[in-house]
């Protein structure tokens, strides 16, 4: 009886093995759950590859704190005021109203006792129109700008970079950038939550090469551009970094938001930088050009490692070096991880990285990949911009880069829509 009952299992268990094995009949393929999971294989690792901007675990969410009008109200009047005169230490009015004297000292000198209006008659009053024109008189704005380095700079061209930095007694540590080395990395900030949306490339003084990833769908009026930055937290450089507004989102128009394919934008900004050892614009690569086996520098702030949390982008801005890989390594080289055998890498992709613990994270999205010119000391070319990857810093996994190559007549063109002399960027 026995001897029945286990023939029996395994005739059935037979039967279940041959029924799972044969339901996978050509052209279909086994593949893990991850890259089929509408019932086709996904190639092209739409909603598996993880781009290269701020995320949140799995245990959080990215939730905009609450902001009270008065408080950003007078913190951007202290920064607009103090930053732009910062030698000023008092308003002298013959007549305010005791309402202004309580709100100016409020606004300008909150945790001191020393008011910023001296109050002389009770009389009312004066208007913002007096107050702006005491704050920015001629003379103080005269009397700052002295402070700033007086040395005659003029400009040589695109992709210059400041070796050994702009300040000789500060020492770099590994993976860090002299001051100010690369005078055309940039800062993508949302001034709403106050929070670094990725890197970007200065490419004329008045347009940034980025990500179009989370750039598409915002405002204008809600991105600030800080060029000629370095630490943070720290204003150590002689050189001051500058603010800029944006006016205008140009995206790629074939920019696929699951795959990252073109993803790429243009910043036009409200006002142009001005050019200087700490801000100047990098030279793009032109179209139809080869990169591979070159060894090339990603510049940005951040994170060093996936592993680390939320809060640990980089104060001072990091400097990768990393080899250029061909497309068809990279692809087998990809093929190997999650995305699975079936991958195939975009045309507007080029790959960048694959050896242990050097490589762009979070927080680098729209960061530039350059590479150096041949023959031309210190000047750099953009070849690519940061997009996504499978992790960070993991060996043989290079990560992939927007190729401004690919793209280059469509930032040409978007240049001559906007009048800008595609003189800029071209070495």
């Excluded at 949140?56 to 905009?64: E, G, M, N, P």
């Excluded at 007549?95 to 009312?124: A, G, R």
Aim: with cysteine; net charge neutral; glycine share 6%.
């Amino acid at each position: 009886m026995w001897s029945s009952l286990c023939f029996y299992f395994l005739a059935l268990l037979s039967l279940n093995t041959l029924r799972f094995s044969s339901s996978c009949t050509e052209p279909n393929k086994c593949v893990a759950r991850i890259v089929c999971p509408h019932g086709s294989i996904v190639n092209d690792g739409s909603g598996i590859v993880v781009f290269r901007h701020k995320v949140c675990d799995s245990y959080t969410v990215c939730c905009a704190p609450v902001i009270q009008e008065s408080s950003t109200y007078q913190n951007d009047l202290y920064e607009a005021f103090l930053t732009s005169v910062p030698s000023v230490t008092s308003i002298t009015s013959e007549k305010p109203s005791t309402h202004m004297v309580n709100q100016v000292n409020e606004i300008f000198n909150p945790s001191t006792k020393l008011p910023f209006v001296k109050k002389i008659s009770k009389e009312p009053t004066i208007s913002l129109k007096d107050l702006m024109e005491t704050v920015f008189n001629t003379e103080t704005r005269k009397d700052s700008e002295a402070q700033e380095p007086s040395f005659y700079f003029k400009p040589k061209g695109c992709g210059y970079s400041n070796q050994n930095g702009l300040e000789a007694t500060q020492a770099s540590a590994d993976n860090e950038a002299d001051i100010n080395e690369f005078p055309w990395v940039v800062i993508v900030y949302n001034r709403i939550i106050e929070n670094i949306l990725g890197g970007g490339s200065l490419i004329a003084p008045n347009v940034v090469l980025t990500k179009a990833k989370h750039i598409a769908n915002m405002s204008p009026r809600d991105i600030i551009i800080r060029a000629g930055e370095w630490h943070t937290k720290s204003k150590i450089e002689s050189y001051p970094s500058e603010d800029k507004e944006v006016t205008t989102i140009e995206t790629h128009s074939r920019f696929n938001d699951a795959n990252g394919d073109y993803n790429a934008a243009l910043l036009i900004l409200k006002s142009s930088f001005k050019i200087r050892p700490n801000i100047s614009p990098i030279c793009l690569a032109p179209e139809r050009t080869s990169y591979d086996s070159s060894r090339c520098f990603v510049a940005g702030w951040g994170k060093k490692s996936h592993e680390d949390d939320d809060n640990s982008f980089a104060l001072i801005q990091k400097k990768i070096d990393l080899p250029i890989v061909g497309r068809y390594r990279c692809e087998s080289l990809l093929r190997q991880t999650i995305l699975g055998v079936d991958f195939q890498l975009r045309r507007s992709f080029i790959c960048a990285g694959g050896e242990k613990d050097k490589d762009s994270c979070f927080g680098d999205g729209g960061a530039p990949l350059f590479c150096p010119i041949p023959r031309q000391k210190n000047r750099y070319v953009q070849v690519g911009i940061v997009n996504w990857g499978i992790l960070c810093g993991h060996e043989n996994v290079p990560a992939a880069y927007t190729s401004v190559s690919y793209i280059r007549s469509w930032i040409d063109q978007k240049m001559m829509e906007h009048s800008v002399n595609s003189s800029y960027y071209t070495a």
